[in-house]
């Protein structure tokens, strides 16, 4: 099997325990504090993920590609400890700046403080995928690090039980996988010579990261403002309502982190080394592959979403269906289109993503501000469908025009052509009483049994799969 396949598969493995676990500790949460409390908290959450973009200054998205491309360790552990020694330094000036009780940082302390552990591990994720570790990441990040947080809600709730110090529990989380990061990491610090800081190789990278700094926090930005926005124009009720419908619309895209974390890097050593056949067949298969995976979940939430919120949160979650239907649909075509910022970033051209995440960003707050005002999260929804449709588009349109690279095959519209003929098949099939009296996760099962048995015998999914994952061995 090839090194791509194994990564991906454990990945995989370690993805969909973290999915696993994330309904679990939603659940937790939700039912614990009820819907008022779980917004509440979610909205914490939430500025923690904002905050810690701006800590990490873009070196989570560009240190993938320069450590990849680096042909010395050495290079590649001064490269690991400059990122991480500079995010450190900002992250620590940004929670002081946070205490002076600036509007921004309307936040209890506890998660204020999490936004520099949040911020490293975040890095260290994008370290192990330059390096193309996926134990590490997967083991660290994925399994001990949800694994401590549950059991540690767990503890809280069952000894303490005072949702006003929730937060705590957040912060211990991420101190403890920080300090497991630290210690399986600790062979790749050194000393750096001052300097370094006017070699080329830093000026190269600094250069590459300034677009993806911005380019971090508009894409943050856009995943995460509409609950900012939604939170002032509607109830603590409702706003947990809408967290929810996200949380489960938001599995979708944890499918392209399956592939993603080895998709990168080896993206980037094809491009360096002028493989462009390679590249251009990576592509195709990779994005091929997400849209089939995207097209189960999609489908299970299409058609059983209102079982999926009684069963994942309670029944009082239930009138958020349609709103999550619309999520739903924004990132199955985002994910269907496969790596397309991603094959930017291969390219080198991190300016290019930066415009396009700008003027996506901009159209996309428009929408929201207005559409969260007069149509709560209905509104909120739809202006996320916008902003990923206007940005993978002018992502395709950019990678064409500019760069002449097509990442797409006759196979990528076959495919996306039987799929689509199957949905309509089994939207037939669900108007027919003996399918609505199921359970529903028979009928679920039936439908994956149908959905990828059509795909086997029109041979949407094949042996040239398999061999394709030689092919892109670098």
């Known amino acids: 099997m090839s090194s791509l396949a194994k990564g991906s598969l454990l990945i995989a493995a370690g993805t969909l325990y973290k999915i696993l676990l994330t309904i679990l500790i939603d659940k937790y949460l939700a039912t614990k504090l009820g819907v008022e409390g779980y917004g509440s908290y979610k909205y914490g959450v939430t500025l ?44 620590i000036l940004i929670v002081l700046l946070g205490l002076t009780g600036l509007p921004f940082f309307n936040m209890s302390s506890p998660f204020l403080y999490s936004t520099v552990f949040f911020a490293l591990n975040t890095l260290y994720s994008s370290i192990y995928s330059g390096l193309e570790k996926p134990k590490s990441k997967v083991w660290i990040n994925d399994i001990f690090g949800f694994t401590v947080y549950l059991i540690l809600l767990w503890a809280f709730f069952e000894f303490f039980n005072n949702s006003q110090e929730i937060a705590y529990v957040y ?21 750096i010579e001052k300097s370094f800081f006017m070699d080329i190789l830093f000026k190269e990278y600094v250069s590459y990261t300034i ?27 409702q706003l947990g309502i809408y967290y929810s419908v996200f949380t489960i619309s938001n599995l979708l895209p944890l499918i392209l982190t399956i592939l993603v974390f080895m998709y990168l890097p080896r993206m980037s050593k094809f491009i360096q080394k002028g493989k462009k056949i390679q590249a251009t067949l990576l592509s195709s298969y990779s994005s091929k592959w997400t849209m089939v995976m995207a097209s189960v979940f999609f489908g299970a939430i299409f058609f059983y979403g209102e079982d999926l919120i009684s069963l994942l949160y309670t029944d009082n979650f239930k009138e958020g269906f349609f709103i999550l239907k619309i999520l739903a649909l924004g990132q199955w075509i985002n994910v269907s289109l496969g790596f397309t910022g991603q094959n930017l970033l291969a390219l080198g051209d991190s300016k290019s993503q930066l415009y396009i995440r700008l003027f996506s960003f901009f159209i996309g707050f428009v929408l929201l501000f207005f559409g969260s005002k007069h149509y709560g999260g209905i509104g909120a929804a739809v202006s996320l469908l916008f902003a990923l449709l206007c940005s993978n588009g002018l992502q395709i349109l950019i990678l064409k025009r500019k760069h002449e690279f097509v990442g797409y095959r006759k196979q990528n519209l076959y495919a996306f052509s039987i799929i689509l003929l199957i ?24 439908d994956v049994l149908i959905f990828v048995t059509i795909l086997l015998i029109l041979k949407v999914l094949s042996k040239k799969d398999m061999k394709a994952l030689k092919i892109t061995e670098v």
Do not use: W
Request: hydrophobic content about 55%; some cysteine; overall charge positive.
């Open 48 to 91: 923690v993920l904002l905050i810690s973009t701006f800590c990490t200054l873009g070196f989570n998205s560009s240190i993938i590609r320069f450590i990849a491309i680096q042909t010395t360790l050495d290079k590649r552990k001064t490269i690991i400890t400059v990122s991480l020694l500079l995010t450190f330094i900002v992250a």
């Open 171 to 191: 912060l211990v989380y991420v101190i403890a996988v920080f300090f497991l990061n630290l210690y399986f990491s600790r062979f790749y610090y050194k000393k």
């Open 211 to 237: 677009p993806l700094f911005g380019v971090s926090v508009l894409l943050i930005l856009s995943t995460n403002l509409d609950k900012v926005v939604l939170n002032q124009f509607i109830s603590e009720k």
């Open 423 to 446: 949905g309509f098949l089994l939207a037939y099939l669900h108007r027919f009483s003996f399918f609505k009296q199921m359970n529903f996760i028979v009928s679920l099962f039936i």
